[in-house]
């Protein structure tokens, strides 16, 4: 089953604001990530933040973990029409002598020129 | 191009046909996972190795599935007697084990598979 969801599902904005997408998980976690994907294509890994960080800047993205809420935002400033996509956050949590990744449903995201 | 690659990109079937994905890792990455995804959902988890070890597969995998990793470095996919629910597309990723485990996953652009 999924653990991650993200919200919104979809989001559309123009050129230029800034894009918030929101995951929340249910158990405690090792470390969160976020990838991209393009329509028909793979996933990109974009981030990676570990439990023990609460915020982490590459580029015009900005994640955020609160895991007393055990949620994470990735923020996208100044978006660009080539930041159309899905992204999905994936948690990495504790399981006896492994550690399991678990996805969640991912957010559409439209960048209007 | 070091990256993950995948193939073929697409591959259109008849149903009860048996079909494989062939995956190539990063050289020096000693896992490998296989996700299947359909439309508007996140990856779901199939099978993982570490080098040729299958280490784990998921209950979605029945007995028409099944995966394997000679010699730790290439993977491959086999579905046989194909149904139509199995469209989707399926993707491959590697780690390079780093004494942490799951940290970021490279894929590759993923197989996707229509069965008629």
């Known amino acids: 089953s999924q653990q991650g969801e993200e919200d919104p599902q979809a989001l559309s904005i123009q050129e230029g604001e800034n894009a918030t997408m929101n995951c929340s998980y249910k158990t405690s976690i090792n470390n969160l990530q976020w990838y991209r994907q393009n329509s028909g294509r793979g996933l990109v890994h974009l981030i990676l933040?570990?439990?023990n960080e609460r915020e982490k800047h590459s580029g015009r993205l900005r994640v955020t973990l609160d895991t007393s809420k055990k949620s994470s935002s990735l923020l996208i400033t100044a978006s660009r029409a080539a930041d159309t996509a899905s992204y999905f956050c994936?948690?990495?949590?504790?399981?006896?002598?492994?550690?399991?990744?678990?996805w969640g449903l991912g957010t559409s995201l439209a960048v209007n020129p | 191009d070091t990256g993950v690659s995948q193939d073929p990109r697409h591959k259109i079937t008849k149903r009860g046909q048996n079909v494989t994905f062939r995956c190539d890792p990063i050289s020096e990455h000693n896992r490998l996972y296989w996700y299947r995804q359909t439309l508007g959902q996140g990856p779901e988890f199939l099978t993982y190795f570490q080098n040729e070890a299958q280490l784990e597969k998921s209950r979605l995998l029945s007995d028409r599935f099944s995966a394997e990793r000679p010699k730790g470095s290439f993977s491959t996919l086999e579905i046989q007697r194909t149904e139509q629910g199995d469209s989707a597309m399926y993707l491959c990723?590697?780690?390079?084990?780093?004494?942490?485990?799951?940290?970021?996953?490279?894929f590759g652009e993923g197989s996707r598979l229509t069965v008629l």
């Open positions: 933040i570990r439990s």
């Open positions: 994936a948690t990495v949590y504790n399981a006896g002598n492994n550690r399991k990744l678990i």
């Open positions: 990723a590697s780690s390079g084990y780093r004494g942490e485990g799951t940290g970021e996953l490279f």
